[in-house]
């Protein structure tokens, strides 16, 4: 077995590891593979090992670096795929009953992009059902466990990129986010995860669950990774039809140009109401330390924030309408829990729906103009951190509030990345938020915070 | 919202949802639903519903 600081690397060192052959893509992918063994019977982060397909990855990367092209920095770099992103001719479940033998004929853009960027791909990740559901016990395909606790949910609904993540069982993961999705298991599992700008990443041959909020994006263990995997992601997608032509910078290159100068804004309405004591310190502690790395730190206001709950209406009103027929032909097949939560969006009328979106263009130039005076927003990712699985199963338990949902409605791009640690030994998380199409400055205010820091250097004891 | 409102949608949306589950449909709906009813639209006649992305930036120095 390899020693955990192996599984634990960062992209940049595997694939100089690998450029100076102390390490073969089939070497470390048969590590993985084995970890993945050893771990996930208990920590239930994949859905799908795809052995094979990892290993003939691992062969063509290797291939590749015996001829000397070293072009992509994510050749022979293992990692996962959330299993709402279709897979050719590989079982696709998004995590729900309905679709337990659906083995597509079509590769999502985003895994496409992958697979020619030469990543090796270890299988797919379990997701909340349908991204928007809870497995309870008993569910066709079991709940991962946050690494951390394993009493614990990793969150969601990117649970297994999150979970899989944090115990080193992959260096990337696809995850989707609609009101949190990337970001909650980012803030929980202690991993970083980026959701980009509306349109930057391509949607199509993934399963939707609410088209004019759902965004797909990278997750990692460090912001410079989650900048790698973006670099192959982005960019115009005719198949999508949100995705923007706007041009695609590098990500990677302005990382290490640090904060001096950059204006970050805390909006202190919303977002800090609930927010438990130990999150809190550790947003203001990062804060501390922004100011120290020479950012400047002001206080901003968004006037509508207090609408952005309208965000919910949208989301299960889309959801309704995505889902609508399978839940009248086959309601048995999906989760109590979905179940209730799609249906609560056929009571939403078409004029409640129609003022939510009216209430999103008011939170949308509430930011815009909040952003023409600070460079980003900063301000805890999850108010809380993970709840137990016996929380979340209790019926009184409710659909949590959080403080990601804002920048869906607003298609900002947004950034968790790892603050702190409670006393019980969980992660906190601070998101950062850009400008439109500006995840060059949101990636670069994170990793500047990321390496003045140690938290993304402490892993789970397995 | 009342359980009888919720119940009141549910003829109208014809769909079933089991006696036991709808007073957690009814915070649900409560809490999406409380700024839109809470939303004066006359206020903000001008405003539709279609989003847009601006993609100018703003002009400033950005940092280093």
Known sequence: MASEELFYATIRDIGARFRRRALSPIELTRAHLERIEKLDPTLHAFVTVTADRALADAKAAETALGRGDISSPLLGIPIGYKDIYATRGILTTGGSALLKDWIPDEESTCGVRLQRAGTVMLGKLITHEFAFGIQFPGHRFPAAKNPWDLERMPGGSSSGSGAALAAGMVFGALGSDTGGSIRGPASLCGIAGLKPTYGRCSRAGVLTLSWTLDHTGPMARTVEDCAYLLQALAGYDAADPASSREPVPDYVAPLGRGVRGLRVGVPREYFFEGVDAEVEKGFEQALATLRQLGATVEDVQIPNIQSAGAFMAIMLSEAFAYHERDLREHPELFGELLRDRLLAGALITGSEYVQAQRIRALLQADMNAALRRVDVLATPTSPKPAATFAQVYDPDYGFPRGNTGPFNMTGLPSLAVPCGFTGAGLPVSLQITGRPFDETTVLRVGHTYEQATDWHKRHPTL | ?64
Do not use: C, W, Y
């Open chain 2, 1 to 64: 919202m009342t359980l009888e409102e919720v119940r009141d949608r549910m003829k109208a949306a014809r769909v079933e949802i089991a006696e036991n589950r709808l007073e957690v449909v009814r915070r649900l709906l409560t809490d999406a639903l409380r700024p839109i009813h809470a939303m004066d639209s006359r206020a903000h006649r001008t405003l539709e519903p279609a989003v847009t992305f601006e993609t100018v930036r703003a002009r400033g120095d950005h940092g280093q």
